[in-house]
């Protein structure tokens, strides 16, 4: 079991940055690959970023492709999602996921790759 919290979501003006965090609580964070969806109600669980075990791979959704950053920190079980030149399209609850624990040839996953799921923490962006 793999428990994760989000932080860092708020309230932003289009073209402003927020830093969501993902903490969780496994000694071995080192051996899962990490990934943030977002979710606006009425449409299904999008994919937003992924990264890899050691951090070395990353992958992004081309709709937030050169504005947002995902990184991760494996000494304090940490994964990171900097979200910046933000726009109101950007507005949703964001969700940091674990995949299921297998050999992934792509960093791109649909929810129903996910093993674990965050509470989530909103994210709104205003015009």
């Known amino acids: 079991q793999v428990l994760l919290v989000e932080s860092g979501g708020g309230l932003v003006q289009a073209g402003g940055s927020l830093r969501l965090s993902c903490a969780a609580s496994t000694r071995t964070f080192n051996i899962y690959i990490m990934a943030w969806f977002r979710q606006v109600p009425g449409k299904e669980r999008e994919f937003v970023a992924g990264i890899s075990e050691s951090g070395g791979s990353t992958n992004y959704a081309d709709s937030v492709k050169g504005r947002f950053t995902i990184s991760r920190d494996n000494p304090k079980n940490t994964a990171y999602l900097r979200m910046n030149s933000l726009k109101p399209e950007d507005t949703a609850v964001y969700y940091c996921?674990?995949?299921?624990?297998?050999?992934?040839?792509?960093?791109?996953?649909?929810?129903?790759?996910?093993?674990?799921w965050g509470q989530g923490t909103q994210v709104t962006v205003s015009s």
């Open positions: 996921a674990v995949p299921r624990l297998r050999f992934w040839d792509k960093l791109y996953f649909t929810a129903r790759d996910i093993d674990y």
